[in-house]
């Protein structure tokens, strides 16, 4: 099957560099700390942040810094066949792992030992990708919460179909089976947090697509901090003073 | 970006931005490029000396911000001053809480703090009002003054070495909290005044607006100081409120708490940073306008307190000038 026609264009009507459209949206869960619902595509994914806050298991608690715990699930509607998921199963447990240990790399934990922040993070609709848009909705939920981070963390993916780098693919290009190559960055410091591929690529073709995923990543950071920006400003001309 | 949840129409949707965007040119530090979000660099003179300050970090000899907020300048201190986040507390603080566990010789109580804070019970007035050494006896009485989920109004006593915060509720204006709502908003939108407590004479409401963000709204309660009642009296000063008091509170009292409470969610969706005298002006405003009780968290009171506000500091800032 053709996935990149003549004229240069995907299926969907994207260039293989362009990414799938973004929408973001702050504070989208009242009773939480920080919460958003960032969307790729026809990925949808809402985060909550609760915390710091006291530990809840008294072992687990640091007392140089704080806890990060995070929980990663897919609403049983996200599918297209509706499916009864048990909760914690592989597939799960590995996500929210990686996601914890992504946003433990860039919060700041020493200031606030002693204490908890927990992240939610919830696929409304899964398309392809959930990974990466589940590390932006907790970014940007991390930093409505007033959480200090380092930096902010964004992700993409990349990939590579009839010898052709793509960009951010979407469902079809992802059941064509070529290589996914899901990269997390902090673009101020300019480092690599995340690197998952799930195929094999030769070297020199692996950093083009890998080149191509950071620009992605530095694409949704940008997106990500107009949004922190206008978010801020409102705030705070509403609370005048 | 955040959204108001409210059903608007198209003539309210267009008001509401209106008063929002007077607001916005009203307000001084939106305007200016003070705003930063999350490795944000900080603009500073890197040849002057300066001190960085919270939510600010160091990273290649650049000042960098942590958080999203304001940036604020004391003299050579640079810090970003967060807007949501968490409450942090000062010493002297009036914060409202709710106890979570009653441990040895201590209550715990959730204050919207990183952690739990202590109410230590020697660190408190005994409901007798005499000043001794706390026995095993009243340890085990400690149920009898506070129970798990009462709400409790304290003071921010001191930070103890492990980070753990101290409180303290030594008079009578502070302790158990009853007859009233406990409203939670974000800490950024209580405004830090001299005077926390507020007794609302017209109504016999007794409103604490805790730093922390957690807002008492209750029926008046006469503060018996005990410094003033010797111990002779205390005795039968004691005794007698139990009887006085009522088990219920009045239907009118009932409407007042509801009133106060629903004007200041409506300033706090608004996302106004509140005090006593502008959350009666909005009870004021509603009352003034014969609204029901209900139909104060409706959109239509919402576009009007809004405008009522930009046209508030719109007044303030001419007064300036």
New interface residues.
């Given amino acids: 099957m053709e996935y990149v026609s003549p004229e240069g264009l995907l299926l969907d009507g994207r260039r293989p560099m362009e990414m799938r459209q973004l929408r973001a ?3 989208t869960v009242a009773k939480a ?2 919460s958003a619902v960032f969307e790729m595509g026809n990925t949808k994914v809402i985060a909550a942040v609760y ?4 530990v809840q298991n008294r072992s687990q608690q640091m ?1 140089d810094q ?1 806890l990060v715990r995070c929980e990663y699930s897919m609403a049983n509607f996200s599918t297209g066949d509706r499916m009864r998921k048990p909760k914690g199963d592989r597939r799960s447990t590995e996500i929210s792992l990686v996601i914890r240990q992504t946003m433990e790399a860039c919060i ?1 934990t020493h200031l ?4 908890q922040i927990d992240i939610f993070v919830q696929v409304l609709q899964a398309d392809v990708g959930t990974r990466s848009a589940c590390i932006n909705a907790a970014s940007l939920a991390l ?10 963390v964004t992700s993409c993916s990349a990939g590579y179909l009839n010898s052709t780098p793509l960009l951010d693919l979407n469902y079809v290009e992802d059941s064509a089976g070529g290589a996914d190559v899901t990269v997390g960055i902090l ?3 300019d480092k690599v947090t995340l690197l998952q591929m799930d195929a094999k690529l030769p070297l020199d073709i692996f950093e083009n697509v890998m080149g191509l995923a950071i620009e992605g990543c530095k694409a949704v950071a940008n997106y990500i ?1 107009e ?15 | ?3 108001l949840k409210l059903p608007l129409n198209q003539t309210q949707r267009i008001r509401l931005q209106r008063a ?1 965007e007077k ?2 040119t ?2 001084a ?2 305007n200016s490029d003070a ?6 660099s900080i603009q500073v003179n890197y040849e002057d000396a300066f001190l960085k300050g919270h ?1 600010t ?1 160091d ?1 290649n000899g650049e000042l ?1 911000a ?5 940036v604020e300048r004391v003299n050579k201190l640079v810090y970003v001053r ?5 409450y942090k507390p000062e010493v002297g603080d009036i914060v409202v809480g709710r106890i979570v566990e009653v441990a040895q010789k201590r209550w715990r109580l ?1 204050i919207n703090f ?3 804070a202590v109410l230590m019970l020697s660190s408190m007035n005994m409901p007798d009002g005499i000043q001794r050494r706390r026995t095993a006896l009243d340890e085990l009485n400690m149920r009898s003054i506070f129970e798990e989920n009462d709400v409790v109004c304290a003071e921010v006593r001191n930070f103890q070495h ?3 915060l101290q409180l303290q509720a030594r008079s009578q204006k502070y302790g158990k909290l009853e007859k009233g709502q406990l409203l939670i908003i974000d800490p ?2 209580v ?1 830090k005044s001299k005077q926390h407590f507020h007794h609302l004479e017209q109504f016999g409401v007794d409103l604490i607006l805790g730093r922390n963000g957690f807002i008492w709204v209750g029926e008046h309660v006469e503060v018996r100081d005990s410094m003033i009642i010797d111990q002779a009296n205390s005795a039968e000063q004691s005794a007698v409120p139990e009887e006085k008091n009522p088990a219920y509170t009045s239907l009118e009292m009932r409407q007042h708490i509801c009133r106060i409470a629903n004007a200041i969610r409506v300033l706090s969706t ?4 509140m005090d006593a005298e502008l959350i009666m002006q909005t009870v004021e405003l509603s009352s003034s306008l014969n609204l029901n009780i209900h139909d104060m968290l409706g959109s239509e009171f919402h576009v009007l307190v809004a405008e009522r ?1 930009a046209e508030r ?1 719109s007044l303030m800032s001419k007064r300036k000038r």
């Fill in positions: 949206e702050i504070g700390d920080g915390g710091p806050r006291e007392s704080a700041l606030m030992p002693r204490s930093a409505d919460a007033g959480i200090p981070m380092r930096d902010i673009p101020k410091l901090r949004i922190l920006l206008e978010n801020t400003k409102q705030l705070e001309y509403r609370r005048g003073l | 970006m955040r959204g929002f607001l916005q009203l307000s530090k939106a705003s930063v979000t999350v490795a944000d939510g970090t990273l960098v942590t958080v999203c907020g304001v967060g807007l949501r986040a968490r959730e990183t952690q739990d492990d980070g753990s950024y939108l405004k608004l996302g106004f940073i506000e500091r």
